[in-house]
């Protein structure tokens, strides 16, 4: 059966592998890099056998119920993943060590970080207290290196650049707005308006950070 593991964009695969592979219970994994002098359709067939991987979703439901896990393997230029679900499967004993928990160690996507973590407390108030949220989410974040050089760059340019520049800055950061990119580019926003506000400066309106994903 075909089976289709090649992105076209690092935002496909983080996507996909955020919002379908990771509720489902694909949890462990490994990434690498296919070398350059490498054929990367021939080390896609040649991990798809060696894993077993091109099965419809009846042999998949059917290894599920007797035990053993499942394997996807998705692919955006060089890099790769691969994942797998609780369960016997000799990806476990072929990766190794190598193999890490996506609940215990973020994946790094390119300049994305992808955990699995437990909510923490929504904001709707259950009358004066916090509802908390114990439901496992998938938490995709701008890496921390990547991070700290937008803030970097940002609080050098809060009082020098006008609130339209600035604007325009927040608008072409190069990352998808999931729920956790959306918070840490409000902080890098709240310590810009506090540095405009010193300096007697126009604010920079928070409609500058984009809020909808590109689907």
């Known amino acids: 059966m075909e089976y289709r593991c090649v992105t076209a964009s690092i935002e496909g695969f983080v996507q996909y592998l955020a919002a379908n592979l990771l ?48 394997v996807h393997y998705l692919r955006c230029g060089r890099f790769f993943l691969l994942i797998a679900t609780h369960g016997q499967h000799n990806f476990f004993g072929e990766e190794g060590p190598a193999v890490r928990d996506i609940r215990r160690v973020s994946a790094a996507v390119e300049n994305y970080s992808i955990s699995y973590r437990r909510g923490g407390f929504k904001r709707r108030m ?25 803030k970097a760059f940002f609080l050098d340019a809060a009082t020098r650049l006008s609130a339209e520049r600035l604007v325009d800055e927040f608008q072409n950061v190069p990352f998808e707005p999931y729920a956790p990119v959306r ?14 506000r010193t300096a007697n400066l126009e604010r920079v309106p928070s409609s500058a950070i984009r809020c909808r994903r590109r689907i």
């Open 183 to 196: 918070q840490q580019l409000f902080n890098i926003l709240r310590l810009v308006n506090k540095a405009r």
């Open 126 to 150: 259950k009358g004066n207290r916090a509802e908390k949220d114990n439901r496992w989410h998938a938490r995709v974040r701008i890496c921390r290196r990547c991070y700290l050089e937008l």
């Open 23 to 70: 509720p489902s219970g694909y949890w462990f994994y490994v990434t690498g890099w296919v070398p350059e002098h490498k054929n990367v359709e021939a080390v896609d067939g040649k991990l798809l056998a060696k894993y077993d991987i091109a099965t419809s979703r009846q042999q998949r439901a059917r290894r599920k119920r007797a035990g053993f896990a499942n």
